[in-house]
Structures are given as structure tokens and as C-alpha cells.
């Protein structure tokens, strides 16, 4: 079975993810449904059992555009990864998770963009095409574990360490095994040579005139994809969508949002404010 050493200089990104056996088939990624100054020990249980279990890289993806294009660039950069163990809960803002299926089953099209994701800004603008497609061709399976938005039962299949550590030992079998409705063995590593890329730039969205008015706009669909969607007209206004673009254009704020007071929005409302500053 071919299995190769690592360049110098893997993984080539920084991130939140801890490097296990370089020569591991298989890489998890846990969906970072948080800000980063608050992330639940749940889910660090779930990139520790990964790598306690024997994969090449355990980490968080929080964004569907840089933080994809991290996971890209290390994971061409170790040629024995084939498999991807997705899990943990699917963010409701970025759709990392959605965006992360679609670009292996989809690919990009000529701008970038991933296609079929429902995610505010699939572009991989940052990486060249090669390494993508590298991507697409060197990830045989995505393992797909992932839980719905919100799942708060740790034994859920997605947030249950044990049987992400199932996952990861069923992909390094030299013989085939059966797990859910994946078979998964260790087929060695993929036939050409790493390829070791750092982004430079960061940008996350093709450079394009804006015409007035679109980018209220477009903020306001960010916007209202954290709000309460009950159109109870409380704020004045007929709808959360144009209470939304209000906020977009500073004609309204948050606190004219009663349902947002409520303490099991407190996570929407925190998200709504880090991106209004």
C-alpha cells in the first residue's frame, strides 16, 4: 500500500485543528456553529477523539469561503487523506457544512462559487483551480455525520465522540468495513505528488463594482438569517426581512426587536451584533 511522507512545511495553513498521524486516510472536520471566544467543549471533545483515534488533522471549519480554502490547502498537502468525517451541528449563518458536501459533489463553477451551496458567499477565490479540483479527486468520501442546526443531544450521531472514533478506525481497515452506509478501507495514498500552498490574499468574494444599494442589501439577507422569522411586526416594521435591510442601513436597531430579548435568542442576537460592527 503507497503511503508517502509529507513536504516540508505541512499543513502549509494555520487553524483550529490538531495534526494526528500523517498517515492517516482520513481528516475530521467538526462544524464550528459558534464564535470562536465561546465554543462548547462538545465540540472540542469531538477534534480530540478524532485525532485520539487515529486521523492526520482534527479541526473546526466556521466559514465557507477562508476557512474552506485552509481546509483545501492542507488536505492536498498530505496525499494519504481520502476520507473526510464531517460532524458536529451545521451553522445557520455560513453553512460550512451544506457548502463543504456541495463542493465535493458539485465543484466550482468559472467564478469560484460553489455550486449548489445555499451558503451568503461560497467562493473560493483564494486558492488557484488546481488545488480545488486536486481537492475533489484526492477526497474519495465524505463521511457525513453532521446534525441539524441547534441538535443539542451529544448523543446524536454528529456530536457523540465514540462514534466519530468509529468512523475514523473504519476508514484504516486494509480490508473493507461496513460503516452506516459507507464501506471504508485504506486504499493508500493518492497518486500524485503534495501539493503545499499558502494563501496570500483573503478575500472572500471576487472583486466586482457594487451597484448602489446592493450591499444593504445583500447584508440584509446575512442579517436576517439570525432573526426570529415570526413577521410579528413588532418593530414597526411588516417583516423580519425588512427589519433586516433596516439594520443593514442603520435606519433600525436591534433593540427594536423585542423576540431578540428573549434568552433563547441570546446566540442570534450576539451573532447579529458581531456583524454589525
Known sequence: MLKVKPPHGYPPEEGRYVRGNDYSPVAVCVILDTFDFAIPPELNELVMSGIDSGAALSGMLQTENTGMERM???????????????????S?????????????????????QIVGSKAPTPYLYNVPMELIDRFNQQIVSIINLLC????????????????????????????????????????????EP????????????????????????????????????????????????????????????????PILEQPEFAGDRRALAKLLE
Do not use: W
Not at 95 to 110: F, H, I, M, R, T
Not at 222 to 238: I, S, V, W, Y
Open 72 to 90: 483545501i490547502c492542507n488536505i492536498v498537502a498530505n496525499p494519504n487523506i481520502r476520507y473526510i468525517v464531517l460532524c458536529g451541528r451545521e
Open 92 to 112: 445557520t449563518g455560513h453553512l460550512p457544512g451544506q457548502s463543504l458536501l456541495a463542493l465535493k459533489q458539485n465543484g466550482v463553477d468559472e467564478g469560484k
Open 148 to 191: 441539524k442546526p441547534g441538535e443539542k443531544d451529544t448523543k446524536a450521531p454528529g456530536l457523540d465522540p465514540k462514534v466519530i472514533e468509529e468512523a475514523v478506525r473504519s476508514c484504516y481497515q486494509e480490508t473493507p468495513a461496513v460503516f452506516r452506509d459507507y464501506t471504508l478501507y485504506d486504499m493508500g495514498a493518492y497518486p
Open 194 to 257: 503534495a501539493i503545499c500552498h499558502k494563501i496570500v490574499s483573503k478575500l472572500t468574494q471576487p472583486e466586482q463594482t457594487i451597484e448602489p444599494g446592493k450591499a444593504s442589501i445583500g447584508m440584509g439577507l446575512a442579517l436576517h438569517k439570525f432573526l426570529p422569522k415570526t413577521d410579528c411586526k413588532k418593530c414597526g416594521k411588516r417583516t423580519c426581512l425588512a427589519f433586516a435591510i433596516d439594520l443593514a442601513k442603520g435606519k433600525s436597531r436591534l433593540e427594536n426587536c
